[in-house]
Nanobody, 127 residues
Framework: VQLQASGGGLVQAGHSLRLSCAAS????????IAWFRRAPGKEREVVAA????????YYADSVKGRFTISRDNAKMTAYLQMNSLKPEDTAVYYC?????????????????????WGQGTLVTVSS
């Protein structure tokens, strides 16, 4: 599956952005999806993950209560709604997909577990 991330940009602290991850295959609904980010000078880290159906989600502690991951399998698209953005959220954000099949509730949080990656979209939060 090919992934196309979009929605990044420059925003002021406290504002919101919504990232989208559009997939190319109609088997999108069988993939677990995650958002990762890499900030300047830092390691890549998982931000949020969702299982194939959207029934299970995972959030990094740093974004809990501010970010929401969701998916629309009919549109073959996943989203990351980011509210109350902080300067420390500045990073390149990547969406990733891992084949999961139907029925699992696990949210995968390790980058090595993911087989497919989007190109990244830059989010810059000014103070």
């Amino acid at each position: 599956v090919q992934l196309q991330a979009s929605g990044g940009g420059l925003v002021q602290a406290g504002h919101s952005l919504r990232l989208s991850c559009a997939a190319s295959k109609d088997t999108f609904s069988t993939y677990s999806i995650a958002w990762f980010r890499r900030a300047p000078g830092k390691e890549r880290e998982v931000v949020a993950a969702v299982n194939w159906s959207g029934s299970s989600t995972y959030y990094a502690d740093s974004v809990k209560g501010r970010f929401t991951i969701s998916r629309d399998n009919a549109k073959m698209t996943a989203y990351l709604q980011m509210n109350s953005l902080k300067p420390e959220d500045t990073a390149v954000y990547y969406c990733a997909a891992k084949g999961q099949g139907v029925g699992g509730s696990v949210c995968y949080t390790e980058a090595v577990q993911y087989d497919h990656w989007g190109q990244g979209t830059l989010v810059t939060v000014s103070s």
